[in-house]
């Protein structure tokens, strides 16, 4: 029985011509139908808007595109028609998702570079530059529009070649998350076919009334943020007997919202609609904006920091490190939540990897979940827990914060934390956080109207910064502090995704998501850097979005084979660095970061490992999220050449191209992170950290940061557990500081 679960609902999309010119929509338009092209056969439809094949063709494709789901023969051939019919502008809801991405989600900088292309297009001199002819684009024919567009690709230009970057990875997360047609022929279903909504902690959150003056609370300690850090800082300093607050700035939802649908999930649960772009494009770092942060969307994942970063981080000047005090708290949180790898039931995406990786004789493991001792073959995680059982700061530290006295605010945006007048042996003093609350709506949701917006003034003994590696360093430089490491030292965990096509249906999203790993390539230079290959999450608005356009028959046959996949990626423990920075017109987050060369080399390899996993395991064809990859499609053997495994000529052939010049160039590729680690990294001299061993800000009393921007450098794993850790070691440590400070004593009196 599917689980029935309440509408999240988005807020009204803006207006499309707040956004662009009708003459530049048309363009828009135009292009994302070169992307997702409606297909036809010779005789039957427009050649000039539609991507025409033969009529023997198109029925091969229809016949490999029915749906499984749908019984009928006749109804699952017309929804295969129906998919290839489909092109991105037919979507009744595809532009409204283009007006909201553009609009909320793209920095003003990359607006006004696509309008410069769009306008461009549609005046007769730049046109010729641009595409060869005067023509407009979007009065081109499909195939020259086509031509067009595969030109910008590799366009001497990099205008041209940022633009179809951009261009075809708008277009490409905008048709995912609306179509109508994908779902029916992969047979997806929205909400998982099994299990039960469990009841949600009951939070209460403090209202303040309209008014024209800042409201004015206090408090011992003031966290800012939700998330892995926050929930153990919360819990450890409210059961030690002290006031704590803590503030998000987006808002809970209850388990019967969840699991969201991509595009609710992408807008409520995710930083930036889903993902933030690096300045040059090449990598999309996805971080959780939720109540609980990044454990509300993780993935389970519960693995401890391992010897070899210990050791490294240790030698850097933090014996912390490799501490029993550290194992200690490592296994506090483990135990707390229930890791374990006693009730996994590998997925089959999962399977593949353990067993292909037996074959190969590599080293695999079943991953740790934080799971409460409690089965949960659950593929739809990523969009929230429906029954409770992933054990994330939502269900477990923060309601027992909460238990314990904490106060919560939702809809809090910090905008800088405040400091005393005087200075204390040299230092500054904090003493609150000053910020914006917004209300719910009349009707409890998180847009609308009537709401209400308040300044908030917090007083604290204590500030604890855990925004999250991309916002906190923000909230530290709109505090005013100089540091120029602040927001530095930043580590991504790029990663590079692979698919393998099989034969038979696998249903890749049912099932948990990451419950295996290969560590053979996670030492490549015998430092510590190097790649783990991993499964990945199936859901198609995560999947689809990130692999690899080559044009639009391809994309769209490959979209709707995601049925018959497994999913894994090479993930990268990065010895280089990128930054956060504010951008300059609104302040949001701003990410340099390219993949190195060096990085590059150790996904690569990982890439090479996940493929021969993929082949021994009878995989039909093989891809990836970067074009410097070529498909490749298992060749038919004869019965006789059945037990060469990966030594298949054809299959060595195609490996050693990978290793042939620059390894996966950053405009052919899509890398991607989910774990942002480093830019208020701990260290031993405010020269070269943000954080002491502590984790008090350098130059400051009383001001902490509790989450991944404190790593010394990547962790090499998923890094919730390390995060949890050593905040659970620093917030101890503050815990027992306030005990004994008279005048936090005195404030009780």
Known sequence: MALTVRASPLPP????????????????LAIADTVIPSIGYTGTADSSTTHIVSQPQFDALVSSLRPAAVEDESEAAKAAVQYLDESASSIP?????????????????????????????????????????????????????????SSWRSSYLPMLRAAHRALVALTKKSWVGSSLSLPLVLGFPNVPVHGATSESFPYSFLQFPAGDGPEIIETDVIIVGSGCGAGVAAKNLAEAGHRVIVVEKSYFFPNDHYPMSGSEGAFHLFSNG?????????????SGSTWGGGGTINWSASLQTQSMVREEWANSGLPLFTSSAYQTSLDRVCDYMGVSTDFIQQNHGNSVLMEGARKLGYSAKAVPQNTGHQKHACGYCALGCAAGIKQGPAVTFLADAARAGATFIEGFKAE????????????????????????????GATYGKPAITRKVVIKAKKVVV???????????????????????????????????????????????????????????????????????????NFFL???????????????????????????????????????????????????????????????????????????????????????????????????????NAAFQEWIKKLRTGVPLPTEQSMFASAHQMGTCRMGISPKTSVVDPTGMVWGTSGLYVADASVFPSASGVNPMITNMAITDVTSRKLASIMSHDPEVIKSRL
């Open 93 to 149: 809801g595809f532009k409204e998702s283009m007006c909201r991405t553009l609009a909320l989600h793209v920095h003003q900088e990359g607006l006004r570079g696509i309008k410069t292309i769009l306008a461009g297009l549609n005046n007769f001199a730049v046109s010729f530059a641009l595409t060869g002819s005067r023509t407009p684009f979007q009065h081109q024919p499909y195939h020259v529009r086509r031509q067009i567009l």
């Open 466 to 540: 855990s925004c999250g590696t991309l916002e906190s360093p923000l909230l530290l430089l709109r505090s005013g502090l100089k540091n120029p490491q602040i927001g530095r030292n930043l580590h991504l965990h790029p990663v590079i995704i692979i698919s393998a096509m099989f034969d038979h249906e696998t249903r890749p999203w049912e099932g948990s998501i990451l419950t295996s790993l290969v560590s053979d390539f996670e030492n490549l230079d015998g430092r510590g850097h190097g790649s783990k290959i991993e499964a990945v999450v199936m859901l198609p």
């Open 13 to 28: 999309a803006p207006r499309p011509e707040d956004i662009f010119s009708p003459a530049q929509w048309e363009t828009l």
């Open 274 to 286: 889903g993902a933030e772009l690096s300045d040059d494009g090449s990598i999309g770092v996805v």
């Open 416 to 443: 800088k934390v405040l400091f005393g007048r005087k200075l204390v042996k040299g230092k500054k003093v904090a003493i609150g956080v000053r910020g914006t609350w917004t209300s719910r709506d009349a009707s």
């Open 545 to 647: 979005p990130l692999m690899a356009w080559e044009n639009g028959l391809d994309y769209k046959t490959f979209a709707a084979n995601a049925r018959r996949m497994a999913g894994f990626i090479s993930l990268t423990r990065d010895r280089d660095t990128g930054r956060v920075y504010p951008d300059p017109n609104d302040g949001r987050c701003r990410i340099e970061y390219t993949p190195s060369v060096f990085d590059r080399k150790h996904i690569l390899e990982g890439i090479i490992g996940a493929a021969k996993i993929a082949y021994v395991s009878g995989a039909r064809e093989i891809r990836s999220s970067s074009l410097a990859i070529p498909t490749f499609t298992r060749p038919e053997t004869s019965s006789d050449a059945a037990d060469e495994g990966v030594n």
